[in-house]
C-alpha cells in the first residue's frame, strides 16, 4: 500500500502536469500519491454501512458510479478489459466533445456528475477524491456542491430548479492516481452532495468525512436508542492504538462481518499499561445498559475489560463496569443498577485485544435534547 505521504499543490497551469506515470508493472501503488489529513479520523459520512448511496450520475460509460463508495482500496488489474474498453475500478464517464468539428474540446462549463445520498444527514469537515490508478484519465478539475432535502428524494426531486445546492469545493485541479483532499468550513447540516468532473474523467473512490447531527424528533420517537451509535451522533475522539483497525468501528450499525470490521490493537508488551478508547456521545445521556460484543475475535479478543463515564469536558470519570473478563467471538451485556448520565465513556481493555463492537442503550436526559435540539436547529442554516 502507499507509502508517500508527501502533498504538494496540483499545477493549475499546466494541463498535464498532474497525470501520474503510466503503469510500467509491479505494486500499482508503488508510486500511488497518498495525503496525510486530519479530518479522515472523523466517521465517512459516505459509508455503504451507514446507509450511504450514490443514487444517480449523467454518465458512467466506462465504469459505475456505484464503486465510489466501496468501502475496500482499488483495485488494478492491467488486463482486464471489456466491449467498451479497459475495466477500471472507478467512476468513469466518457469522453466528452464539443459542438462539431470546428470546436471539437468540450465548453468550459461541460461537466459530468454524480449524486450521493449520505449515509445520515451531517457536518462535513473533509473529503477526499481518490483517483488511485487513474493516471492519464482523471478529471482535470472537480467541484462538490451539497444540499439538505429531507426523507428520500429521488434524482428528480434532487434536480429540480427549486433545491438548492451549496458550493463546498469550486472546480480546483487535481492529481491523477493520488488522494486528493479538500478540508470544508462551515457548520451546516447536509443530507447529499454532487460531485463533478471537469470536464470528464474517472474517479476511484469518495471519502466525506464529517459528523453526525441526528434529527432529535427521532431519536425522542425511538424511545431508548444505542447513544453512541454514529447513527445517532456518537462519535470517536481518541484512542490508545491504532494499529490493525479503526476504533471508530466499534460504534458502526449492525453486527461486525470479520476480524478487521472492529478495534484491533497491536499486542502490548509493556506491563502495568493497557490499551483504551474514548467515545463522546451526541448529547447528555442516561445509560441503562451496555453491550460488548467480540464477534470474528477468536484468538485476539480483549481479555478483560471496564467502562467509565464522565458528564462534561471536565468532569470527574467514574466507574459505569468494573474490569470484567470477556469471553472471545460473543456478545456480552450488562444491565445497570443505577442510570450512568455521562456525555462521554472510556471503554479499557486489559491488557489489550479487539472489541468489535459496543452498545450504551438508553436516553438523552432533558438536558441532552435541549442541546441537541440546538444544535440540530443551528446546522439548519
Not at 424528533?217 to 490508545?240: F, V
Not at 461486525?256 to 474514548?278: A, I
Not at 444491565?335 to 462521554?344: I, N, R
Request: hydrophobic content about 35%; some cysteine; aromatic content about 8%.
Amino acid at each position: 500500500m502507499p507509502t508517500d505521504k508527501i502533498q504538494t499543490e496540483p499545477d493549475s497551469t499546466d494541463p498535464h502536469a498532474n497525470d501520474a506515470a503510466p503503469y510500467g508493472g509491479g505494486d500499482p501503488y508503488a508510486d500511488y500519491r497518498a495525503g496525510d489529513f486530519p479530518f479522515t479520523e472523523l466517521v465517512d459520512l459516505a459509508d455503504r454501512r451507514l446507509g450511504a448511496g450514490v443514487i444517480a450520475a449523467n454518465d458512467e460509460f466506462f465504469a459505475e458510479r456505484e464503486n465510489l463508495l466501496i468501502r475496500e482500496p482499488a483495485v488494478f488489474d492491467p488486463e482486464r478489459f471489456g466491449h467498451k474498453g479497459k475495466i477500471m475500478d472507478g467512476w468513469e464517464t466518457r469522453r466528452r466533445r464539443g459542438t462539431d468539428g470546428d470546436h471539437p474540446f468540450p465548453a468550459p462549463e461541460d461537466n459530468d456528475w454524480a449524486i450521493v445520498r449520505l449515509g445520515t444527514p451531517g457536518i462535513v469537515r473533509g473529503i477526499v477524491v481518490d483517483t488511485a490508478h487513474f493516471r492519464g484519465n482523471y478529471p482535470q478539475r472537480v467541484s462538490v456542491q451539497a444540499t439538505a432535502v429531507e426523507g428520500a428524494p429521488g434524482p428528480e426531486e434532487l434536480l429540480a430548479d427549486d433545491v438548492k445546492w451549496e458550493e463546498l469545493v469550486p472546480p480546483t485541479p487535481v492529481r491523477g492516481h493520488a488522494a486528493n483532499g479538500f478540508e470544508i468550513t462551515g457548520g451546516r447540516r447536509y443530507t447529499h452532495l454532487r460531485i463533478c468532473q471537469h470536464p470528464d474523467g474517472g474517479i476511484a473512490r469518495l471519502r466525506v468525512h464529517g459528523e453526525v447531527v441526528p434529527d432529535p424528533a427521532w431519536l425522542a420517537a425511538l424511545g431508548t436508542i444505542d447513544l453512541i451509535s454514529i447513527l445517532n451522533g456518537g462519535m470517536y475522539e481518541d484512542a490508545s492504538d491504532r494499529f490493525y483497525s479503526s476504533p471508530a468501528q466499534i460504534i458502526l450499525p449492525g453486527t461486525s462481518r470479520k476480524m478487521d470490521d472492529g478495534w484491533e490493537n497491536r499486542r502490548r508488551r509493556v506491563r502495568d499499561t493497557n490499551d483504551w478508547v474514548r467515545f463522546r456521545l451526541p448529547a447528555q445521556g442516561a445509560v441503562r445498559a451496555v453491550e460488548i460484543d467480540t464477534a470474528y475475535l477468536k484468538g485476539n479478543a480483549a481479555g478483560w475489560i471496564s467502562l467509565q463515564g464522565r458528564d462534561g469536558e471536565s468532569g470527574d470519570w467514574f466507574e459505569i463496569i468494573p474490569r470484567t473478563r470477556l469471553q472471545p467471538d460473543t456478545p456480552h451485556r450488562f444491565l445497570l443498577d443505577t442510570e450512568a448520565v455521562v456525555t462521554h465513556v472510556r471503554l479499557d481493555t486489559f491488557p489489550d485485544g479487539g472489541v468489535a463492537r459496543m452498545r450504551l442503550h438508553g436516553s438523552l436526559t432533558e438536558t441532552g435534547t435541549t442541546e441537541l435540539a440546538r444544535r440540530h436547529r443551528e446546522s439548519a442554516g
